[in-house]
């Protein structure tokens, strides 16, 4: 069964060698190996995941001596099945889609060759096989994002993505040699039975060796999943084909949750890491929010909303949910993927009709008319701040009563609490003729969304990590003192509902003039509208660096 | 005897300023043929000399070797003549077999270390031919000047693709596996010298990017399409596809040694 993980990979590589072997001679049809390849690859990936599903051991294949090794085990398996899957759904969309571009069946190679690097990526047992898989996906990404050879600003864009992962390989192979120094092997296993005999392994100045490596991993999997300073290629590069987007944003962007999963025997070994991996998921997750609300492009929007959501990820992964980052990613890639590949039928229907329903909710939120009659707000403000909690710690509680040991759990409860106290916050004075009704079906909804939400991870929890013991050491690396915890947790309820206060308060009283706050309202604007210049300052950097360049070369005489 | 040694070496493996005049010489040779000898032979002595010294060179000389190297990768995100970019690109790979003489495990005795000298040199072989092409079909290889060959020469843009990726040490060609040996091996010994190696990696993919950005890309020019300028034949285009093929497979060979 282990040697089906090395079909999966060589799959996808030979229909792609296939294709482009017979494009001369088979002009467009060659594409049909590339789609037989890509089903095959996923029938077998379906197969894998069965067995993993089914108690199957963890193994591993060998292709080479010293490098070579891939990896059957349930994360590895799972992250195989969806690849395959997304690679497959990309596949078919682009038979048609791509179908008048030049260079069809080239689109089709780099397609197989992605997933296969994809593929090798997330079975790779050791650092070597991992090094090379993380390396190619960027180069091949530059070439599907420049598809259009005739577009230079796609390649411009292209190139900025293939800096940022470039940018982004090189903390990992650090780690790599670190860790090959250390213990003397390139297996990931191996590297990871180490670890656990000796995590107080000392490196270069006598730094720790798990702190370091895990922060260097930490690094390559924010350029991987455009985080904040790392981001600016995921909302420019949208002139790349639809598919390629879809590819991207449901896949590959998700790499660096999957990259931190591998590594979690490494991140349970640190003191600390974790918790600023929190914090730069955090940060990305609030400024890509914000930048997503300020665009005026809805291609940059979806953009900064795939970063907001990669900020999630990471975040998650920093409080000990690593499962859940996975989940995560799985649940992304598919709202993500249809999003992408919607998007041309939907703008297409939404010319003949915008088909937007002129119910309650459009009354609400589209013409801003809300209800004339309200309930007590005593009452409201009862039902948004109860109503929510109660329902997260019941849900929780079904699957895991010691619940509030782990600070990672009530960090993800607090989110959830917010999200959910928010939305009723937001909606109690919809224009309705039964408000109590509205209020049930909201509530309702929201139950199920979280039931299932933590039914899934929980299912994603036992599958990925069985070891209970492992998962408790995972939320354990992540946590911090308890009274820190504490005070913290207080501190963001108080800020929180204060907001709230505030917003209500603004909304009952209105706006009288211009207030001491609106000029700097405006300024926040202006620095948001154009991207924290970000983007701006990276773009001066590098023609500074080209500036310089040029004057050696003429002062040196082109020599 | 060792000071000269060094100077023979620092000339071969070029470090700045003795690496002017192989930039220099490589500018006068006008024929393909020649240019091509010079990038699979100029490595060699030098590899030699430090084999015969039999010595970890000083860390002075590995800084000023890594900061050539340094300096070539910049000077080429400038430059738009492929057959220079071609000539600085050499010139910054080949100060980096200084560090990989010094920390790499696997190159007791020199022959390894010709090996990865020939790994290294094998894709400016291709590019230098390619440059050569370029010139005779369209009058210089100059990026930018006649973008767009993807769609009027994509045989021949296919295999600048190739040889740029290979130059630029993408994986599985042999120069992808001496830098990561050779980082990997620096680390513990030089940790600022391995992190100048990953630099130098990084400023390679950027000036390749944009070397590939002026030729390939964009809208075929006007004159093009007027005819001028004919693609590789289909034979030549599948022997150099095969040969490039063999450099894969010697990096895959080359990278057993690393452990």
């Known amino acids: 069964m282990e040697g089906l993980v090395a079909v999966v990979f060589l799959l996808p590589l030979a229909a792609g060698i296939a294709t482009y072997l017979a494009a001369p001679a088979l002009k467009r049809d060659s594409v049909r190996i590339s789609i037989v390849g890509m089903v095959a690859t996923c029938a077998i990936a379906a197969l894998l995941l069965g067995s993993a599903l089914a108690g199957k051991p963890v193994g591993e294949v060998r292709l080479g001596a010293s490098w ?8 590895s398996a799972l992250m195989a099945f969806v690849v395959s899957a997304i690679s497959l759904i990309v596949h078919v969309y682009s038979i048609r889609y791509m179908a008048e571009e030049p260079g069809y069946p080239r689109f089709f190679v780099l397609l197989d060759l992605m997933t296969a690097a994809l593929l090798l990526m997330v079975s790779a047992g050791d650092l070597i096989t991992l090094l090379i898989a993380w390396h190619l996906i960027g180069v091949l990404l530059y070439f599907l994002l420049g598809h259009d050879m005739t577009s230079r600003s796609a390649h411009r864009y292209a190139a900025w993505t293939l800096l940022t992962y470039r940018f982004g390989d090189l903390p990992l192979l650090l780690a790599a040699g670190l860790l090959y120094h250390a213990f003397g092997t390139w297996s990931l296993p191996d590297i990871f039975s180490h670890l656990d005999s000796v995590p107080d392994t000392r490196t270069l100045f006598g730094l720790p060796l798990a702190d370091t490596a895990a922060a260097l991993v930490g690094l390559a999997a924010f350029a991987r999943s455009a985080q904040f300073l790392l981001h600016t290629w995921l ?9 390629v987007s879809a590819l991207m944003h449901a896949g590959i962007v998700n790499a660096g949750g999957f990259l931190i999963n591998r590594f979690a025997p490494l991140f349970v070994t640190t003191h600390g890491v974790l918790h600023w991996i ?11 929010s914000v930048l997503m609300l300020a665009q005026n492009d809805i291609k940059k929007a979806l953009g900064y909303s795939t970063m907001g959501q990669m900020g999630f990820m990471i975040m998650e992964c920093g409080v000990g949910a690593f499962s859940l980052a996975v989940y995560h990613l799985f649940a992304h890639g598919l ?43 005593l ?37 959830g609490w917010v999200t959910g106290a928010q939305l009723i916050f937001s909606t109690y004075r919809m224009r309705t003729e039964n408000t109590w009704r509205l209020m049930g079906m909201i509530l309702f909804s929201f139950t199920i969304v979280v039931v299932g939400y933590t039914l899934i991870s929980h299912a994603f929890d036992v599958f990925l990590y069985p070891d209970p013991a492992f998962r408790d050491r995972i939320y354990g690396a992540a946590g911090i003192d308890i009274l820190w915890f504490d005070v913290l947790v207080i501190l963001m309820t108080l800020v929180v509902v204060f907001g709230w206060l505030a917003a209500y308060y603004a909304e009952q009283n209105g706006r009288h003039g211009e207030t001491r706050f609106d000029a700097l309202w405006r300024g ?9 210049f970000v983007a701006s300052l990276y773009a001066r950097f590098s023609a500074a660096l080209v500036g310089i360049a040029t004057r050696l070369n003429v002062l040196l005489r082109w020599s | 005897m060792t000071s000269v040694g060094y100077l023979v070496a620092a000339l071969f493996l070029p470090l700045f300023p003795m690496s002017m005049l192989f930039n220099r010489l490589l500018a006068r040779f006008p024929r393909v043929r020649s240019r091509m000898g010079l990038f699979l032979l100029w490595p060699q002595p030098g590899v030699l000399m430090l084999a015969i010294l039999g010595e970890r060179p000083p860390a002075w000389m590995l800084w000023w070797a890594a900061a050539t190297s340094v300096l070539y990768a910049l000077r080429g995100v400038a430059v738009r003549d492929l057959s220079l970019w071609t000539g600085y690109m050499a010139t910054s790979a080949w100060a980096l077999l200084w560090p990989a003489a010094a920390f790499g495990a696997f190159t007791e005795g020199g022959a390894a270390l010709a090996w990865q000298a020939l ?28 973008g767009g060959l993807a769609q009027t020469l994509p045989r021949l843009s296919g295999l600048l693709v190739l040889g740029v990726l290979a130059a630029v040490g993408t994986p599985p060609v042999p120069g992808f596996f001496t830098l990561l040996a050779t980082t990997i091996h620096a680390l513990p010994a030089s940790a600022g010298i391995a992190l100048v190696i990953v630099t130098v990696w990084l400023l390679w993919a950027w000036s390749g990017a944009r070397i590939l950005q002026g030729f390939v890309v964009g809208s075929a020019c006007a004159d093009s399409e007027s005819g001028f300028g004919s693609d590789l034949g289909v034979t030549a285009a599948r022997l150099l596809g095969l040969a490039f093929a063999a450099l894969v497979l010697a990096g895959i060979g080359i990278s057993g040694e690393m452990t």
Not at chain 1, 68 to 75: A, H, I, K, M, Q
Not at chain 1, 385 to 399: E, G, K, M, R, Y
Not at chain 2, 119 to 129: I, K, M, R, T
Not at chain 2, 139 to 145: E, L
């Open chain 1, 235 to 243: 909302p420019y590069t949208m002139s790349g084909p639809t598919p």
């Open chain 2, 119 to 146: 790994g290294l040199s094998a894709p400016f072989l291709l590019l230098a031919w390619l440059a050569g092409r370029l010139e005779s079909e369209l009058g210089a290889a100059y990026a930018g000047m006649c």
């Open chain 1, 379 to 415: 009452l409201m403000a009862a039902v948004t701040l109860a109503v929510p909690a109660i329902i997260l710690v019941l849900a929780h509680w079904l699957v895991a009563n010691d619940l509030f040991q782990k600070q990672g759990a009530v960090i993800l409860l607090f989110f």
């Open chain 1, 335 to 377: 709202f993500k993927g249809t999003l992408f590949l919607g998007a041309g039928g939907v703008i297409s229907e939404a010319r003949k009709d915008d088909g937007v329903p002129k119910d309650d909710l459009y009354t609400f939120v589209i013409e801003r008319r809300p209800a004339r009659r309200r309930q007590p707000w």
């Open chain 1, 524 to 532: 926040f604007y202006r620095l948001v509208a154009r991207e924290l």
């Open chain 1, 68 to 75: 070579g090794v891939l990896l059957f085990d349930p994360l």
């Open chain 1, 278 to 288: 929190f914090f730069v998921g955090l940060v990305t997750a609030v400024i890509g």
